[in-house]
């Protein structure tokens, strides 16, 4: 049977030898736009490329304002900080998700605290991140603490695991109930909706990363969207030095960070979004062909959530079991079809293997059965 599976993605992928997990796609105004900037030489840190960049992509999403950063894992470290996440404080987040959202809130002195996912979105469950609160935390002053470490929890990032949205209505309940900070790790999900919604526009803070294995790339970056305008401003100044207004002189205000995404990043950015309606249409097109086969073959294939519009940036399928997935790894890969399995459990990650844990069972069954199939946008 997997031979018919490696023919079939194979077929899906005419005329390569070795059929990528995802490659990004130049076939818009990438080089024209380029080549302007270079023209202007304005390369670096600003620059229309970058200012258009921002406005375009706040258009997109709905965003009151999108700020710009140098990649999606400084991105979530930069909206931790500009909801008031502090050293010490403890932040609710999933398990299964890429090292880059530990990573940042790790940067930010932050403690995580793993949540199981729901079976349906892969993503940070609100009934489970509800249960834990109601077992283990306690609101003293609108603010919620951990019973059993003392320590402050400040924020939950929820991740949209390759661009599946997560239950946003209720997460966003229970997140109010309880005075946590809203911040969506949407690094995974550009042009994914939530009842019409674009994800990373739910809570105070989203974000998008760039990279180039996403759905659409600068070469590497990423970006924050805001609802509030005056915090987006406060970001902006700190992503860029925190450097004052001045014609002449060198003052600065704050500790800053130079976080700037170049323009000729930008640029290639501006390009890139003008094809993203066609490249989320050949995408879905393709995630439609992929169910039709793996159902006609009883492999479980995930589908976008109820009520949503996932990017699909990522295909995955659902194996019965580890040895299963291992096999089909083995064989796929040596086969000329790449293919992976999902990331490792923080928790069982050394830096994280001391962290707060609610149930993980779901998180646990998934770990070991989620492979991601080619889908790539096919031309
Ligand atoms: C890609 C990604 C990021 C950001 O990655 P960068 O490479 O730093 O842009 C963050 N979180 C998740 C879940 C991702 O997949």
New binding site residues.
């Given amino acids: 049977m997997y031979s018919e599976i490696v023919n079939t993605i194979k077929g899906l992928f005419p005329k390569q030898d070795f059929v990528p997990l995802h490659a990004p796609c130049f076939v818009g105004n990438e080089k024209k736009y380029l080549n302007e900037c270079i023209d202007s030489t304005f390369v670096s840190s600003v620059g229309k490329f970058v200012d258009r960049f921002e406005n375009d992509m706040a258009a997109y999403t709905g965003a009151k304002k999108a700020v710009v950063c140098v ?6 470290q930069m909206a931790l900080m500009m909801v008031g996440v502090e050293r010490g404080d403890e932040v609710l987040t999933q398990p299964l ?2 090292i ?2 530990c990573n ?1 809130l790790s940067y930010c002195g932050a403690h995580p605290v793993f949540i199981d996912v729901d079976r349906d979105t892969l993503g940070l469950s609100p009934v489970k991140l509800e249960e834990w609160i109601q077992e283990y935390a306690e609101l003293r002053d609108e603010t919620l603490y951990n019973k059993r470490t003392g320590r402050r929890i400040k924020a939950c990032v929820p ?1 949209h ?1 390759f661009g599946h949205p997560v239950h946003l209505n209720k997460l966003v309940e229970v997140c109010n109930r309880y005075h946590l900070k809203l911040v969506e ?1 949407a ?2 999900s550009i042009g994914s909706f939530y009842h019409g919604q674009h994800t990373g526009t739910f809570g105070e803070v989203g ?1 998008l ?3 180039g ?2 759905t659409i790339t600068t070469g ?3 970006m924050l969207l805001f609802q509030d305008e005056e915090l987006a401003k406060l970001c902006k100044h700190i992503t860029t030095q925190a450097k004052v207004p001045h014609p002449w002189e060198f003052v600065h205000d704050h500790i800053g960070y130079n976080y700037r995404m170049p323009n000729i990043n930008a640029a290639l950015g501006c390009a890139q979004l003008e094809t993203l309606p066609a490249f989320l249409e050949k995408k879905r097109e393709l995630a439609a062909i992929y169910k039709n086969y793996f159902d006609s073959v009883g492999v479980e294939f995930m589908s976008e959530p109820e009520g949503c519009r996932s990017n699909y940036w990522l295909n995955a399928i659902i194996l019965k079991d580890k040895e299963e997935r291992d096999s089909f790894l083995e064989y796929t890969n040596a086969h000329g079809v790449m293919t992976r399995p999902i990331w490792q459990l923080m928790n069982r990650l050394p830096m994280f293997e001391q962290a707060e844990c609610g149930d993980l069972s779901n998180c646990t069954y998934l770990a070991d059965r989620i492979v991601n199939i080619p889908s790539s946008v096919r031309l």
């Fill in positions: 990649n999606g894992t400084n991105a979530i998700t890429f880059a959202t940042a991740m695991t790790d690094a995974e974000v990363s760039f990279n294995n996403k590497g970056g990423g």
